[in-house]
C-alpha cells in the first residue's frame, strides 16, 4: 500500500470528507485481466442481472449517495439527487443500446452455410472520470463496458474520490466480482500509468480536452488501443429573434449557470442579435441577481453551488479579469462573495469589442456575449471555436434553425432547448476538440465491443471453380 494519500475536501466548507492511500495500478490491471475472460464467458442475461441488482443497490442507498456528491462536489442536493438517478436509469438505457448496436445478428448468407455479426468485449478497459458528475459519467462508460463482458478498473477525479469508492462498492455489493470493477484511487500520474499500462486494452476518458489530447498522443503509436475522449466545450448559445424574452433569458441563465457552471456542456458564449441585446441583458441580469448561491444543503435549496475548489476559482476570477483588461465590459462583476471558499457569482462580459478572446472552456459561472447583426454572423461566430460540443439557438425561425443545424460543427445542436441536459437516451460527444469521434451515451456501446464478422458452415465443403484444369 502507497504512503501517498489523497484527500478530498467538501468545497462548501473547506472541512476534509475523505482520505486514502494511492492505489497500486499494476496490481488492479492484472486483478482485471485475470478475471476478466471469466466475466466475458458467463451469458449475457448474468451480467445483465447483475448490473440490474447494482441498480437495485444504487436505489438502497439513493439518499446517503445524493448526500456524499453534494459534500464532495458542492451541488445542491437536488441537483446530486438527479445524477443519482442518472446513474440508476443507465443501466435498462445501456441493456437496450447493447441489443440495438452491439447485438448479434444473422446475416443474408452467401450460397450455403450462415454469415454473422457478433461483438467480442475488449479485455480490460480504464475509466478516467472528472469531477463535475463524479458518478453518472464514468458510469456511463462502466455499466456498458461490463454488459459487453470487458472488466473495468475506474481511477475517478483526484477531487471527488469517495463518491468513485461508493460507486464501485455499490457493484461489488449486487454481486460483480471484486476484481472486475475496481475502484484505483490516484491522481494524473496514476492516469498516465494506467493509459500507457500493456495490460490494458481501453481508454475511456472523461475531461479536459488538454488532458484528452496528451493521451491521444500517448498512445499514437498504439492503435489497437480503443480510446474514447468525451472533452470539453466553448459552446454557443444563439439568440434571435423571439418575443418570448423572459424565456430567453431562462434558457441562458440555465445553460450558462447549472452546476456553477460546470458542465461540458455549459452555454460559454452568448451570440445574440443587437436588436435583441438590451431586453434580453436586462432580464438575464434580472434573474442572476435573484439567483441563490449557497451550500448544498441549504434552505431554501441554492440554485447552484460552489466551484470545485480554490484553485479552480482563482483561474476563474483571473479569466474574468484577463477579459475587462482587453477590452471585455462586465456585465455583472464575477465575485467571491464568502471569503476563501470557492463561491462565485455568475460572470456576464461583453467580449464584443474585445482585442482578444482566447477560444478555451472556461470551466465555471462565466458567460461572455457577443452581438452581432445578421444571421450569417451569428453562424460564423458560434462556430469562432476549436471545439464543438454543444450548441443552441433560442428563437428564430424554423428555416434559420434549419440554417444553423445545417452549419454548425457540434454533436447537439438544440432549438429553444439549453445547450446543457443532454439525454442519455441518445448519442452524446462532440467535434473539434470536444471529442475524437467515439461519442458516448447511447453510442458508448460501440466502444465497449468490437464486431467480428464470419461466414460458418458445419461441415467443409467446397469445390474448386475458374483456373484449375
Ligand atoms: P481533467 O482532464 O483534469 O481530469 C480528468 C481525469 O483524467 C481525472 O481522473 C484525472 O486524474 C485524469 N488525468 C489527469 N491528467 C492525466 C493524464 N496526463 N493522463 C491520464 N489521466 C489524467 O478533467 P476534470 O477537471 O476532472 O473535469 C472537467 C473537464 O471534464 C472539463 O473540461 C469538462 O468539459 C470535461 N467533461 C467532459 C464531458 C463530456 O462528456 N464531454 C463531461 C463532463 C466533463
Ligand atoms: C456534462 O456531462 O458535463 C453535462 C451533461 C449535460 O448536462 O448535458
Redesign the pocket.
Same mark, same amino acid.
Given at each position: 500500500m502507497s504512503e501517498t494519500q489523497i484527500i478530498s475536501y467538501e468545497p462548501a466548507t473547506g472541512a476534509e470528507l475523505w482520505r486514502g492511500a494511492v492505489g497500486d495500478v499494476d496490481d488492479a490491471v492484472a486483478r482485471a485481466r485475470a478475471a476478466w475472460p471469466q466475466w466475458a464467458a458467463q451469458p449475457l442475461a448474468n451480467r445483465i442481472e447483475l448490473l440490474r441488482r447494482f441498480a437495485n443497490e444504487v436505489r438502497k442507498v439513493q439518499d446517503d449517495f445524493a448526500a456524499l456528491i453534494a459534500r464532495e462536489t458542492g451541488k445542491p442536493l437536488w441537483e446530486s439527487r438527479t445524477e443519482v438517478e442518472a446513474v440508476i436509469a443507465k443501466v435498462e438505457i445501456s441493456v437496450r443500446a447493447y441489443a440495438e448496436r452491439t447485438g448479434q445478428r444473422k446475416l443474408d448468407s452467401a450460397l450455403q452455410g450462415t454469415a454473422a455479426l457478433r461483438h467480442k468485449p475488449h479485455g480490460v478497459m480504464a475509466v478516467?472520470?472528472?469531477?463535475?458528475?463524479p458518478a453518472h459519467?464514468p458510469n456511463g462508460h462502466i455499466i456498458p463496458a461490463l454488459i459487453a463482458g470487458n472488466a473495468v478498473v475506474l481511477?475517478?477525479?483526484?477531487?471527488t474520490p469517495a463518491t468513485g469508492e461508493m460507486l464501485v462498492a455499490c457493484f461489488h455489493r449486487a454481486g460483480v466480482p471484486q476484481d472486475v470493477v475496481q475502484f484505483l484511487l %490516484?491522481?494524473?500520474e496514476?492516469? /498516465?500509468a494506467?493509459?500507457a499500462h500493456d495490460g490494458v486494452d481501453g481508454v475511456l476518458?472523461? #475531461?479536459?480536452?488538454?488532458? %484528452?489530447i496528451?493521451?491521444n498522443r /500517448?498512445l499514437a503509436s498504439n492503435p489497437g488501443k480503443i480510446v474514447a475522449l468525451?472533452?470539453? #466545450?466553448n459552446n454557443p448559445i444563439v439568440v434571435w429573434n423571439t418575443p418570448l424574452v423572459q424565456d430567453a433569458a431562462t434558457l441562458i441563465v440555465q445553460s450558462a449557470f447549472t452546476t456553477a457552471g460546470?458542465?461540458?456542456t455549459a452555454a460559454r458564449r452568448l451570440i445574440i442579435n443587437s436588436a435583441m441585446y438590451e431586453p434580453v441583458l436586462e432580464e438575464v441580469k434580472r434573474l442572476t441577481d435573484r439567483m441563490i448561491i449557497g451550500a448544498p444543503f441549504d434552505e431554501p435549496q441554492p440554485f447552484m453551488g460552489p466551484v470545485i475548489d480554490s484553485d479552480t476559482a482563482d483561474q476563474l476570477t483571473e479569466s474574468f479579469l484577463y477579459l475587462i483588461s482587453h477590452g471585455g465590459k462586465a456585465i455583472r462583476h464575477m465575485r467571491r462573495p464568502q471569503g476563501d471558499l470557492p463561491f462565485l457569482t455568475p460572470g456576464i462580459i461583453d467580449t464584443t469589442g474585445a482585442l482578444d478572446r482566447p477560444d478555451v472552456?472556461l470551466?465555471g459561472p462565466l458567460l461572455q456575449v457577443v452581438r452581432v447583426d445578421d444571421f450569417d454572423q451569428a453562424i460564423a461566430e458560434a462556430n469562432n471555436t476549436r471545439f464543438g460540443?454543444s450548441a443552441s439557438l433560442v428563437g428564430g425561425t424554423p428555416q434559420e434553425y434549419n440554417r444553423l443545424w445545417a452549419n454548425i460543427r457540434a454533436g447537439i445542436v438544440n432549438w429553444n432547448r439549453p445547450t446543457n441536459g443532454a439525454s442519455s437516451a441518445a448519442p452524446?460527444?462532440?467535434v473539434g476538440l470536444?471529442?475524437n469521434h467515439r461519442p458516448?451515451a447511447f453510442y458508448a456501446a460501440d466502444y465497449c465491443a468490437y464486431p467480428v464478422a464470419s461466414t460458418e458452415m458445419e461441415q467443409p465443403r467446397a469445390s474448386v471453380g475458374v483456373g484449375f484444369s
Open positions: 478516467l472520470g472528472p469531477y463535475n458528475f459519467l481511477k475517478p477525479s483526484e477531487k %490516484g491522481g494524473p496514476e492516469g /498516465k494506467l493509459v476518458f472523461t #475531461g479536459s480536452a488538454q488532458v %484528452g496528451a493521451i /500517448k468525451e472533452m470539453g #466545450g460546470q458542465r461540458c472552456e470551466f460540443l452524446f460527444g462532440g470536444s471529442g458516448a
